[in-house]
């Protein structure tokens, strides 16, 4: 999975995925390197999320993100490849990663 992070203050032209050139352009990378997108979507900001947590039998329910942070996770991609190269190599090219944060992180085999 790569989780995408990005600064939301920084508004510099977020990026529209339907369409976008530097979006088409990471899709035909994939592709062509015979990397499967399998998922993917963009989150609202952190500001509308809500937090919850259960305590010793008790709910408790904050608005905003969990941590407060310059960075927040602005969506991921679902990807499925050989190894770990090719996920980083596919991080690498992806738009954000230009500016933000992408992260590579491996997902539980059933």
């Known amino acids: 999975m790569l989780i995408i992070c990005d600064d ?27 990397i499967t997108l399998l998922d993917g ?7 509308d999320s809500t937090t919850v947590r259960a305590r010793n039998g008790e709910i408790l329910i904050s608005d905003g993100p969990f941590v407060e942070a310059k960075e927040q996770i602005g969506g991921f991609a679902l990807i499925e490849c050989a ?22 992180r491996p997902v539980w085999d059933e």
Do not use: C, K, M
């Open 8 to 34: 939301e203050s920084d508004r510099r032209g977020p990026l529209e995925l339907v369409g976008d050139p530097r979006h088409v352009a990471w899709i035909d990378y994939l592709d062509g390197r015979g």
């Open 83 to 104: 190894n770990l190269d090719d996920a980083i190599e596919a991080a690498a090219r992806h738009p954000f990663a230009a500016h933000g944060v992408v992260e590579v």
């Open 41 to 47: 979507v963009r989150l609202r900001p952190s500001t």
